[in-house]
């Protein structure tokens, strides 16, 4: 593990008017680690990933991306850093391949008396590739995305992230309409992407998923952390009692 986090969360509050959503949040986020944030429904987990996501502003606290205070203006200004979220909507085209998908806005290009053409042949060999290389493998890159499963269009979003750069991806609920199979797929997707020593982020409600393939866990309860465990030193029960405010921590946390 590096010696500084990659992201560091300081003392981050969110207020909206006389509501506070997040009172000092404070975490750290490592390279190559998985995190798992839980916690109930308005527990603050949504609104801590989208101030790093560059979709929310703090009311107050900062963000140091490798020692370095940042303030993001816009979900463009995380990306640039290598920060992205991938939500359970995703964001492909399901009208389009795969190796469209994969290389939008990032196409590329031969170019020859003056004229243009897509290099078709080599997106689709970088695309087979670079799925192959987290242990996803597709029948064809050429396939419509709308006729893939749950499972293997996260599997192409996050291939994608970590192609092209990515440091840090947040996934927001990713397995909540996937089936068993898929979402044993996920779990073993982010473990190939942590392998590449890309940090993940896990909102999930699932005690179980989070146990499977997290380092730690950080449990927010009414915008604060209440706990925060590594994996096998932790319990599924221990980690339902701080969600739900039955342990003397969370008490005196709150």
């Known amino acids: 593990m590096s010696e500084a986090p990659l992201l560091r969360v300081e003392n981050i509050v969110r207020r909206f008017g006389a509501v506070t959503a997040l009172e000092g949040v404070s975490l750290d986020i490592w390279p190559g680690e998985v995190l ?29 991306f490798e020692g370095r205070e940042v303030s993001f203006a816009s ?22 391949d795969v190796v469209g998908n994969f290389f939008m806005g990032r196409e590329l290009v ?20 670079a799925l192959a290389g987290i242990g996803t493998r597709l029948p064809n890159v050429r396939a419509k ?14 291939c994608r992230f970590v192609h092209f750069g990515g440091r ?6 990713p397995f909540a309409a996937l089936g068993v ?5 996920g779990l073993e997707l982010i473990e190939a992407v942590k392998g590449r020593g890309v940090a993940v982020v896990v909102i999930t409600h699932n005690v179980l998923h989070a146990l499977r393939v997290a380092d730690r866990m950080v449990v927010l309860r009414q915008g604060r952390v209440v706990g925060e465990r590594r994996r096998g030193e932790t319990s599924h029960d221990e980690i339902v009692e701080l969600i739900t405010g039955t342990t003397d921590e969370s008490r005196e946390a709150a």
């Open 75 to 96: 979900p463009a200004d995380a990306k640039a850093l290598g920060i992205e979220t991938v939500y359970q909507d995703l964001s492909l085209c399901p009208n389009v």
């Open 145 to 158: 995305v709308e006729t893939l499963s749950g499972g293997q269009r996260q599997a192409i979003e996050l």
């Open 181 to 185: 199979a898929q979402t044993r797929k």
């Open 168 to 173: 840090l991806v947040l996934l927001d609920e």
């Open 36 to 64: 798992a944030l839980l916690g109930d429904n308005g527990a603050g987990k949504s609104t801590l990933i989208k101030i790093i996501a560059g979709s929310q502003p703090p009311s107050s606290g900062r963000l140091l």
């Open 110 to 129: 031969r170019t020859a008396l003056g004229l243009a053409w897509l290099r078709e042949a080599e997106m689709e060999r970088i695309t087979a590739a």
